[in-house]
């Protein structure tokens, strides 16, 4: 071990290191954010010392933003790959990094480009509206993005007599055309994180605590959104229980969010709602569970693993992601 560090190169190209844990992580992630003007990103599925660390914490909406907007020579993307991905498609002149590559999105995966071009030749004519959570290729496909934070903003922006696709997830989906009333063609993915949270367990722990306020993430199945008293993005489930005068909430949707919670409001409770299998009993993205404060050193350290983007591919989902900033952070637009 030299200079507290043990670096072995894997066959796959791949960078093998063992840090030895004397090393102060926190000091040497700092300094290195500031050696190399690095802006640190964190989704709020990340665990509580990666968001403490963070130079912001938010949902995809945010944190998109934030990418688009920054000065940074580089920026550290604590989340999943798609988030990292929409970061460098807007900013092509930045260096991406993202602490494990390893970090995907069930249902990113759930929609791939062959079968989503096939999807749309079924649906000629449609204007398509994909949900942030998917490749940079199926970007490419769509006319406009959305996350869960301003889908109904979005769908609301496209003209009554235009006939809408939307992918990859049934429920935002089905949600967002309930409260919109317009119909809409919708691509049958589904969040595993979302989708495992069970309605009689749930309800079991709502007659324990009979005050407790259920709130959800639209990317729950239908029966958890009928009982929920809140459905929102992350960011908007944050807001609720910020503003709200309850004291017990149950919370649908990754466990992450907890942690802003309770440094927002420490004198509530917060119980995490209970998943259909028992066995595992945590509602953990697994996904975005890889990244460590280990790795954003490394990663930050080498400059490695970087998202790299092949450039037509990049511009053509460009404009899609753009079109969905300009209605969202504009007073006035029309698609
Ligand atoms: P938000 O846009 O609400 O942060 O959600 C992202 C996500 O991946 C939900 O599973
Ligand atoms: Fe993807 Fe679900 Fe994880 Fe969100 S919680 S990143 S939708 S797998």
């Given at each position: 071990m030299?200079?507290n560090?043990?670096?072995q ?6 960078l ?6 004397q090393l102060?992580?926190?000091?040497e992630?700092?300094k ?9 990103l964190?989704?709020y ?11 912001f ?7 998109s ?10 920026i ?5 790959h ?9 900013c ?12 995907g999105?069930s249902l990113?995966?759930?929609c791939t ?7 749309k ?7 398509v509206?994909?949900y942030?959570?998917?490749?940079a290729e199926?970007?490419?496909?769509s006319?406009?993005i959305?996350?869960s934070?301003n ?10 007599k ?22 809409m ?22 007659e324990?605590?009979p005050g407790?306020?259920i709130?959800?993430?639209p ?18 489930l944050?807001?609720?229980i910020s503003?709200?005068?309850g ?18 409001r420490?004198?509530?409770?917060f119980?995490v709602?209970?998943?259909k299998d ?21 990663c ?12 037509s591919?990049?511009?053509?989902a460009?404009s899609?992601?753009?079109k ?9 637009s029309?698609?």
């Amino acid at each position: 071990m030299n200079n507290n560090i043990n670096i072995q190169l894997l066959k796959d190209g791949y960078l093998k290191v063992d840090i030895d844990d004397q090393l102060d992580l926190e000091y040497e992630i700092n300094k290195l954010r500031k050696e190399k003007n690095a802006v640190i990103l964190a989704h709020y599925y990340q665990e509580g010392p990666l968001q403490d660390i963070a130079d912001f914490v938010g949902d995809s909406l945010d944190l998109s933003q934030k990418a688009a907007s920054t000065d940074a020579d580089i920026i550290v993307f604590c989340g999943v790959h798609f988030m990292a991905e929409t970061a460098k498609i807007l900013c092509p002149d930045k260096k991406v990094l993202l602490p494990d590559l390893n970090a995907g999105c069930s249902l990113a995966e759930s929609c791939t480009s062959k079968d989503f071009k096939e999807f749309k030749e079924k649906h000629p004519g449609h204007t398509v509206v994909s949900y942030i959570n998917t490749s940079a290729e199926i970007k490419a496909l769509s006319d406009i993005i959305c996350t869960s934070s301003n889908a109904e903003k979005i769908i609301n922006n496209i003209p009554e007599k235009e006939n809408i696709i939307f992918a990859p997830d049934r429920n935002l989906g089905n949600y967002i055309a309930a409260i919109t009333g317009r119909e809409m063609v919708i691509w049958n993915g589904a969040c595993h994180v979302h989708e495992e949270f069970s309605l009689e367990r749930i309800l079991e722990l709502k007659e324990e605590y009979p005050g407790a306020k259920i709130i959800a993430h639209p990317e729950c199945e239908k029966p958890v959104r009928l009982v929920a008293d809140f459905i929102g993005s992350t960011s908007k489930l944050l807001n609720f229980i910020s503003n709200d005068d309850g004291e017990i909430y149950i919370i649908a949707t990754e466990p992450g969010i907890i942690h802003q919670m309770k440094k927002k409001r420490p004198e509530k409770t917060f119980i995490v709602a209970p998943p259909k299998d028992s066995t595992c009993g945590c509602s953990n993205c697994s996904y975005m569970k890889l990244n460590t404060m280990e790795k954003l050193y490394i990663c930050m350290k080498y400059e490695n693993p970087e998202i790299v983007i092949e450039e037509s591919l990049r511009r053509q989902a460009e404009s899609s992601i753009r079109k969905m900033l300009n209605i969202s952070f504009k007073k006035s637009s029309v698609l």
